[in-house]
């Protein structure tokens, strides 16, 4: 079963500042997808950022990024210039590349707070 | 406005009876999930639905059941059998297809149980 680690319960950055989010996940499957959601307060579920196992180029979405290591089974999310909005609880997602189905297996999340 | 509805936001039971919570979405989705968030954890898949009339056990389908009879509308109830039914409960949806995993998100029912 493939299982999706967030080892941060909870960060804090400074407005403007940069914050690099971790992720880590476990699978032995070679063709899936890899995601990033934000949960503000009002527990709405917003897709940040998406980002494809085949390629090698990582995603990035204005003032989000990622790095994703393949090898490593590592996708963090950095977000630039933070700002007072982005304060939430962010997870991690890992979808298996199936026609099948896709179902989602979160992470635990960690709850970023933003600084004024 | 095309989206997902969940309704109502917040519903309270008390323990031994069944409660069914509404999912409706307008965005032409085939596919339809159920996933259940407890404090400190992340998004637990309860049920899928793929197509209408055919769906899925996802990981913690215990205690639950779902329809599927329209395209719009995967309703979802919590049974009596349920041992821990109180929790926030998310419904998502998606396309379908080879964009199945680009799942919509609505905005949460919160079901406490007494």
């Known amino acids: 079963a493939q299982t999706v680690t967030q080892s941060q319960p909870e960060m804090s950055v400074q407005e403007a500042e940069t914050v690099t989010l971790s992720c880590t996940y476990d699978t032995s499957e070679s063709d899936y997808y890899l995601f990033w959601y934000k949960q503000p307060p009002s527990r709405q579920m917003i897709l940040v950022i998406r980002?494809?196992?085949?390629?090698?180029q990582n995603a990035t979405e204005n003032r989000f990024s990622v790095n994703f290591q393949k090898a490593a089974k590592s996708f963090s999310l950095k977000i630039s210039d933070s700002q007072l909005g982005d304060a939430a609880m962010y997870f991690c997602a890992y979808c298996l590349r199936w026609a099948g189905s896709y179902q989602l297996t979160f992470g635990k999340g960690t709850k970023l707070s933003v600084i004024p | 406005d095309g989206g997902i509805t969940q309704s109502p936001k917040y519903l309270f039971r008390k323990e031994g009876q069944n409660v069914t919570l509404s999912c409706e979405q307008n965005?032409?989705?085939?596919?339809m999930y159920w996933y259940r968030q407890d404090p400190g954890q992340g998004l637990r898949l309860i049920y899928y639905s793929q197509i209408v009339n055919d769906f899925q056990k996802g990981d913690i389908a215990e205690g639950y059941s779902v329809s599927r009879e329209k395209k719009e509308s995967f309703p979802l109830t919590v049974t009596s059998a349920q041992k821990n039914p109180t929790a926030f409960y998310l419904c998502a949806s998606s396309i379908g297809g080879d964009n199945a995993y680009e799942q919509y998100f609505g905005p949460g029912t919160r079901l406490t149980v007494t």
């Open positions: 980002q494809e196992a085949y390629k090698q």
């Open positions: 965005l032409n989705h085939d596919a």
